[in-house]
């Protein structure tokens, strides 16, 4: 049959072989998985599906049809195009027995993980790459190359994984398989390249209001809701929004998660309790430094790092996972964040290239005085920031690639030099590994970024949907869910409010000169007396210093430092023993950064070697 079960797979997947008839596979019992067996279409579906009535409406379906139904009948009238239709975060697999391709993808902006691998029997696909990893014929072999170049703050490879052989489907893309030939593209764009950004004016952007709304209600159509509430603006207006749509639909309140930092210049306990307070929202709260347990902070996270599916990225995540659980112990299924509004209510820094490039002094001196008003940094660093690392360098960078013959030799050697010096010295002694690694950053991307836009901004504006970094955030963050039986999601990258926002001029994001103007005015007014007008972006990095070199210098001497990575010829032990003894006398939130990466990825890869 075309639908089979049980498949070897913690959670679903679509098999291939060579020579024979595709059929897809899934396991049962699956919590979000449907599944749907025609003439012509079989499909797969994992996830949540928005807009069901609509859709039912649309394509005049039985209104009892499961969501895989809704999709395989959209595809017989539709093909491709359904895709423009559906509204959700999922992952989906397609079989067309008309044409013999299989389609598999990702929801627009990557909420939902997919993630393929080839085996001998053919074509596995789940949303775990540690399943892949485990299948007969596919192999755990690990990504020497790919964990180098992490350790180097390098993502070349949005597909890649630190498994060899599993691949990533990355936001927004869709993979198209005809036996052995695999295609993968983006099938979803705010601003396609080579076509002009369609630039918000003010009557457009009067819509913002309603799109937040919109994406926070389908957060509340899943059941009782919690939100992460730091100090920011961010979580700040979508639990204003939250617990305003609650009321309205009859809903109960979100439940306020905060975690505090003992730190003065991190902490945010004050303006927390404020606006839970004024929301009348109930609050559980936790101190960071008790997130750990006796066992402490750093010790945890790295547990927990070490069973995912890659390294974790967020150093804080054992005190969300402990309010997370409290959150489901009180009866919550689904936390908010306001994650997503770093990306998409700011300006990147990357505008300052431009201003100089125009010349626009006024220009950059208007967003110096913006971000002087926003972040927290000194004039100095600030303006050394502005001039040089987002201003002159990357532009320097652009008229040496422009200005050479994309297949000169010459530009690929001064990549590679480029790439070598940029390295530290204690990553990638494997000469083939290294070798890997230069070869990878003589290829280059950066040529083709900038033909795409003409702009360091709209460049860095790709990044934010290109970047492995924004696949990888989203699966720790799909993760950090389904190890709480819980769903966490975040309105800022809901699709209609990223398409909207995207297109967002920089001037009317810093109205006033100051980021996050969109929601900044409307919060300070709705709590008065907590100077959100003035309020700057908090940075725990003090206490993620103090926790790195503290804690980590105690792990580093249990474990006996990288040996792992050592033996993989990811990294030198003597040179890096060397470093890390630097490191730990030293105060510096870079070193500790570095400290933070070794220490993550080293208690990732020793279960798996």
């Not at 919060?523 to 790195?548: C, E, H, P, W």
Request: neutral net charge; proline residues 6%.
């Amino acid at each position: 049959s075309a639908v089979e079960a049980p498949a070897p797979l913690q959670s679903w997947g679509a098999l291939c072989p060579e020579g024979g008839s595709p059929r897809l596979v899934a396991e049962y019992p699956g919590a979000t998985v449907t599944l749907a067996d025609g003439p012509d279409v079989a499909v797969l579906f994992d996830g949540v599906l928005d807009g069901r009535a609509a859709l039912i409406e649309r394509l005049d379906a039985p209104p009892e049809s499961n969501d895989a139904e809704l999709v395989a009948r959209g595809w017989s009238r539709l093909g491709l195009g359904l895709l423009e239709e559906l509204s959700g975060f999922y992952a989906l697999a397609v079989l067309d027995r008309r044409s013999g391709e299989l389609i598999c993808a990702r929801d627009p902006l990557g909420v939902h993980p997919l993630f393929y691998a080839r085996a001998p029997d053919g074509l596995f696909l789940s949303p775990s790459a540690n399943t892949l990893a485990a299948q007969p014929g596919v192999g755990s072999g690990l990504n020497r190359v790919a964990l180098a170049d992490s350790l180097c703050r390098r993502w070349p490879d949005p597909q890649e994984t630190f498994f060899e052989a599993v691949r990533r489907v990355p936001s927004g893309h869709l993979l198209r398989v005809t036996g052995r030939h695999i295609d993968c593209h983006r099938y979803w764009d705010p601003a396609p390249p080579g076509t002009a950004v369609r630039w918000v004016d003010e009557e457009e952007l009067e819509s913002f209001d309603a799109l937040l709304d919109q994406a926070v209600d389908r957060c509340l159509t899943l059941g009782p809701t919690a939100i992460y509430l730091s100090g920011g603006l961010d979580s700040i207006s979508v639990a204003a929004v939250a617990a305003d749509r609650a009321r309205n639909r009859g809903l109960n309140d979100p439940l306020a998660l905060s975690l505090h930092f003992p730190e003065p210049q991190s902490s945010e306990e004050k303006i927390q309790r404020a606006v839970a307070r004024q929301l009348g929202l109930k609050q559980l709260t936790m101190p960071i430094e008790d997130a750990g347990g006796s066992r402490g902070l750093l010790e945890s996270v790295l547990e927990i790092s070490a069973a995912r599916n890659a390294p974790v990225i967020g150093c804080w995540l054992p005190g969300y996972r402990a309010l997370g659980l409290q959150a489901r112990e009180a009866g919550c299924r689904t936390i908010l964040t306001g994650g997503g509004g770093d990306e998409w209510l700011t300006v990147s820094f990357f505008i300052a290239a431009d201003l100089i490039r125009s010349l626009d002094v006024r220009g950059l001196r208007r967003l110096a005085r913006t971000l002087g008003r926003s972040v927290q940094s000194t004039r100095i660093s600030l303006w050394r920031n502005l001039l040089w690392s987002f201003g002159a360098q990357p532009m320097l960078r652009a008229a040496v690639v422009r200005r050479v013959p994309p297949d000169s030799r010459s530009l690929a050697r001064w990549r590679r030099r480029a790439a070598r010096k940029a390295m530290p010295d204690w990553v990638a002694p494997d000469p083939e590994v290294l070798e890997q690694i230069l070869s990878r950053a003589e290829q280059g991307r950066d040529r083709l970024e900038w033909d795409r836009s003409g702009s360091f901004y709209l460049q860095q504006g790709r990044i934010s949907l290109d970047h492995a970094i924004v696949s990888m955030e989203m699966e720790e963050v799909f993760e950090n869910g389904r190890s709480m039986d819980m769903r966490v999601l975040m309105p800022y990258w809901d699709p209609d409010l990223v398409d909207l926002l995207y297109r967002v001029p920089p001037d009317l994001l810093d109205r006033g000169d100051r980021a996050k103007a969109l929601v900044r005015e409307t919060m300070a007014n709705r709590f008065s007396g907590l100077g959100l007008d003035r309020q700057k972006k908090v940075i725990a990095s003090r206490y993620f210093t103090a926790v790195m070199l503290g804690q980590g210098r105690q792990v580093w001497d249990r474990i006996g430092g990288a040996q792992a990575l050592g033996e993989l010829g990811v990294v030198d032990t003597v040179r890096l023993e060397e470093f890390a003894r630097r490191a730990f006398n030293s105060n510096d939130v870079r070193l500790a950064n570095r400290i933070w990466n070794v220490l993550n990825f080293e208690s990732w890869v020793r279960p798996r070697i």
